[in-house]
């Protein structure tokens, strides 16, 4: 099995406590539907900073959080992201970048 890395693109919306609790169930509910594939639930990103390779400052990305799966392949880890509350929007303002982890062994 293969390592896939999660990153989240787009902004977090302000949610009432009603459509946090809702966000939530959605969000567990998908948890449970991966099960063990899911190795690292992850975590949502804070404050960002980009530093170029010339050692000056840059503009971060748009990338809001991660979460880590694993996965037979890319085209699993793509299809576990169906049910994903972070993708319910429908605005194409939100994506998902996936990636495989490659072992540095």
Request: glycine fraction near 12%.
């Amino acid at each position: 099995m293969a390592k896939f890395i999660y990153l989240y693109r787009g902004s977090i919306p302000e949610l009432t406590a009603e459509q946090g609790v809702e966000r939530e169930a959605a969000f567990a509910a998908w948890m449970e539907k991966l099960g063990p594939a899911l190795v690292d639930i992850g975590s949502p990103f804070g404050q960002s900073a980009s530093v170029l390779d010339g050692g000056t400052e840059g503009t971060a990305g748009e990338l809001s959080g991660y979460s880590i799966v694993e996965a037979v392949d890319l085209a699993q880890a793509k299809a576990f992201t169906e049910g994903l509350p972070f993708l319910s929007g429908h605005d194409d303002q939100h994506a998902v970048e996936i990636f495989e982890l490659l072992s540095m062994e």
